[in-house]
């Protein structure tokens, strides 16, 4: 089954509400003005249900078949929340509010499933019931955990649950997958370290906070290098040393350090964790100083259930023709807690040549639409076809 006819139909709609949402970015739980827009479209569409307030700003629709014979359910899911980046693309659309950004197209994801959504509420051509779910804060918010600890999959008896996210640099409307670990759990740590601050044409009268950071950024390296099987998936990266001195002639008495570590299984990320704690203290004491350790764990390891990716890439081959192995991506996607909640799976579809998401010129295409939206329908269909 190719592209579906009524997509082509619904496509300039789908891009107008698209462009609108791109027009008009909101950042982590603050997505009043897209949650309202998404519960407008939902009711005007004819769902059965429409919820909002789920996850503090979250909603969602319940779109019933023609028939229920099966009893299944299926959750489909987008996000809706921006990034805060000035826009740098020059577009006739381009944001409305200098320093927010859809910068990872949820924008087109939100508009994907809204027209996913509607040709279900006009067809019902399916056997069960479907529950759409447009998710706020997925950039670092963790709006997909507190939809869960809301009690959606409860709420609303969801069995499975899938997630899409567009892919730059992939064909456009092609579709890749893979099954196990797919996205890196995502932790962050904070270092201070403390030693005697004095006066730089005096070093030997301080504990140098900035020589001895220095060394914990270094040391830290051989955590992937030498503590970990090479076979495995490991990064640590400092991205920030903060002295607390801006002076030419002060030696600082504390350094601030902080970073993200990214792995894929649990057994590496205790691992990290342990050795992250012993190299900064042990290194900061073997020059006399102190390193205290502030290690938080963030987004699980998103895992796709065996069964449901194969089920999610059957339908793309449907849509699309064909469905390729997906790489490891070591960045991370809350839908992990989705997937932790209930089986399902997670799919990256081609985006096209345009610039990398999180970039001040990336921006969603508008011709992937009609595929996005063929999945997200076809996966209804097929999981849950009519009698």
């Given at each position: 089954m190719p592209i579906k006819n009524r997509f082509a139909e619904l496509h300039p709609e789908i891009t107008a509400w698209r462009r609108d949402l791109h027009e008009n970015p909101e950042l982590l739980f603050d997505t009043h003005r897209t949650s309202a827009f998404v519960e407008e479209k939902l009711e005007e569409f004819g769902c059965d249900e429409v919820v909002s307030g789920l996850g503090r700003t979250g909603v969602v629709g319940v779109?019933?078949?023609?028939?229920?014979?099966?009893g299944r359910v299926v959750g489909l899911r987008a996000d809706?929340?921006?990034?805060?980046?000035?826009?740098?693309?020059?577009?006739?659309?381009?944001?409305?509010?200098?320093?927010?950004?859809?910068?990872?197209?949820?924008?087109?994801?939100?508009?994907?499933?809204?027209?996913?959504?509607k040709y279900l509420s006009e067809t019902r051509n399916f056997d069960g019931t479907c529950v759409v779910i447009f998710q706020p804060a997925e950039?670092?918010?963790?709006?997909?955990?507190?939809?869960?600890?809301?009690?959606?999959?409860?709420?609303?008896?969801?069995q499975e649950v899938y997630g899409m996210h567009n892919w730059p640099g992939a064909p456009l409307g092609s579709f890749a997958i893979r099954p196990g670990a797919f996205f890196a759990a995502t932790d962050q740590f904070d270092i201070e370290v403390e030693g005697l601050g004095g006066h730089a044409a005096k070093p030997q009268e301080t504990i140098d906070t900035t020589l001895v950071a220095s060394h914990i950024v270094i040391a830290l390296q051989?955590?992937?290098s030498r503590?970990?099987?090479p076979i495995e998936q490991l990064v640590v990266s400092v991205t920030s040393f903060e002295t607390e001195s801006k002076a030419f002639n002060v030696i600082p008495q504390k350094v601030a350090l902080k970073g993200t570590v990214r792995t894929l299984n649990t057994a590496v990320?205790?691992?990290?964790?342990?050795?992250?704690?012993?190299?900064?203290?042990?290194?900061?004491?073997?020059?006399?100083?102190?390193a205290t350790v502030s290690y938080h764990r963030g987004y699980p390891v998103m895992v796709n259930a065996d069964t449901e990716t194969e089920y999610?890439?059957?339908?793309?081959?449907?849509?699309?023709?064909?469905c390729a192995e997906a790489p490891l991506v070591m960045g991370g996607e809350d839908f992990s807690f989705m997937l932790n909640a209930r089986p399902g799976a997670y799919i990256l579809m081609g985006n096209g040549d345009s610039a990398a998401v999180h970039h001040?010129?990336?921006?969603?295409?508008?011709?992937?639409?009609?595929?996005?939206?063929?999945?997200w329908a076809e996966m209804v269909e097929t999981r849950m076809p009519s009698n």
């Open positions: 779109i019933k078949g023609k028939s229920d014979t099966s809706m929340d921006a990034l805060p980046i000035l826009e740098d693309t020059g577009l006739e659309y381009a944001s409305k509010t200098p320093g927010k950004m859809h910068a990872c197209g949820h924008d087109g994801h939100t508009a994907m499933l809204l027209g996913a959504a950039e670092g918010g963790g709006g997909g955990r507190e939809m869960v600890e809301d009690g959606m999959m409860e709420k609303f008896g969801i051989s955590i992937a503590n970990v099987d990320q205790d691992l990290a964790q342990e050795r992250l704690t012993a190299i900064a203290e042990t290194t900061a004491k073997a020059f006399g100083a102190t999610a890439a059957d339908v793309a081959k449907k849509v699309s023709g064909d001040p010129k990336y921006n969603f295409n508008d011709d992937a639409i009609p595929a996005g939206c063929s999945w």
